[in-house]
C-alpha cells in the first residue's frame, strides 16, 4: 500500500506565477489535511477536505489560497500570484476516516519563490 | 484544544530508554493525547495516542498520569535514526486538524 504522495517534490516559482501542488491520499482514504511550514516555525493546518468538500479551511489565507479534492484524482493546493512569504514546505496528510485520529503525511513539496 | 508544554531538547544514548515529558494541565475530559514526530526534512509521522489509559504499540509507549495533566512518552530502545522533533499534540478525536507547537528536538547520540 503506497503512502500519501505529493509532487512535486520541489517546486520553484517567481513572484506572481501560480503554484500548483498535487496530492494524493492513500488507498482508500478520503480525509485530506494541508499543512504548512515556514523555515524555522512549525506546522500550521492550512485546510481539511473529504472528497469534492471542504470541510475546515480556518488555517487558509483569505486570498490567493484555495484547495480541492475531487472525486476523482488527487487534491490540489492551488497558490495563486505567489509572493516570497509563501516560500514554505507544504505537507498533505490523510486519514481513513473522520476521527483524524492517526493522519499520515506526505514527503512534502518545498516551494521556493525567488 | 489544550495547551501542551514539552522541553525545547532532550539528549539520550543509543540504546538506553528516552522518556520524553509532556504537560497538558487544562486538558478536558474528552481530550485525548496524540504523540508525532518529524525526522529531519520529512513529513510527521504517527506515533501513538490515548485517552486515559497506558498505551503501547510497536514503535513507543504513552503513560498517561492519573489525573490526566502530563504524560510522557518512552522510546524503549533508541536508535539514532530515533532523532526527530516529537510533537505533543491534545486534541478531540474528530477534531480533525493537528495543532503543532515546538515539540521537543530529541538527539539520541552514539
Known amino acids: 500500500n503506497a503512502g500519501v504522495m505529493q509532487n512535486p517534490r520541489h517546486l520553484v516559482r517567481r513572484r506572481g506565477q501560480e503554484a500548483r501542488l498535487r496530492c494524493s491520499p492513500m488507498?482508500?482514504?478520503?480525509?485530506v489535511y494541508w499543512y504548512r511550514q515556514l523555515p524555522e516555525e512549525g506546522l500550521k493546518f492550512m485546510v481539511y477536505l473529504q472528497k469534492e468538500n471542504i470541510i475546515d479551511e480556518s488555517g487558509m489565507p483569505k486570498e490567493r489560497f484555495s484547495a480541492e479534492f475531487p472525486k476523482e484524482g488527487p487534491s490540489i493546493l492551488r497558490i495563486q500570484q505567489v509572493v516570497r512569504g509563501d516560500s514554505a514546505a507544504y505537507f498533505c496528510?490523510?486519514?481513513?476516516?473522520?476521527?483524524?485520529?492517526?493522519?499520515?503525511f506526505g514527503p512534502g513539496t518545498r516551494l521556493t519563490v525567488l | 484544544d489544550a495547551k501542551t508544554t514539552q522541553p525545547p531538547s532532550m539528549d539520550c544514548a543509543e540504546g538506553r530508554a528516552a522518556n520524553l515529558p509532556c504537560n497538558h494541565s487544562?486538558?478536558?475530559?474528552?481530550?485525548?493525547v496524540y504523540w508525532y514526530r518529524q525526522i529531519h526534512s520529512q513529513g510527521p509521522q504517527y506515533i501513538i495516542h490515548g485517552l486515559k489509559n497506558n498505551e503501547t504499540n510497536e514503535m513507543a509507549s504513552l503513560i498517561i498520569t492519573e489525573d490526566r495533566k502530563s504524560s510522557t512518552l518512552i522510546l524503549p530502545h533508541a536508535t539514532l535514526r530515533d532523532t526527530a522533533v516529537y510533537y505533543c499534540?491534545?486534541?478531540?478525536?474528530?477534531?480533525?486538524?493537528?495543532?503543532f507547537g515546538a515539540g521537543t528536538i530529541l538527539r539520541v547520540k552514539s
Open positions: 488507498k482508500g482514504h478520503s480525509h
Open positions: 496528510a490523510s486519514s481513513p476516516d473522520p476521527t483524524g485520529d492517526t493522519q499520515y
Open positions: 487544562t486538558i478536558s475530559g474528552n481530550e485525548y
Open positions: 499534540i491534545v486534541r478531540v478525536t474528530y477534531g480533525n486538524k493537528l495543532v
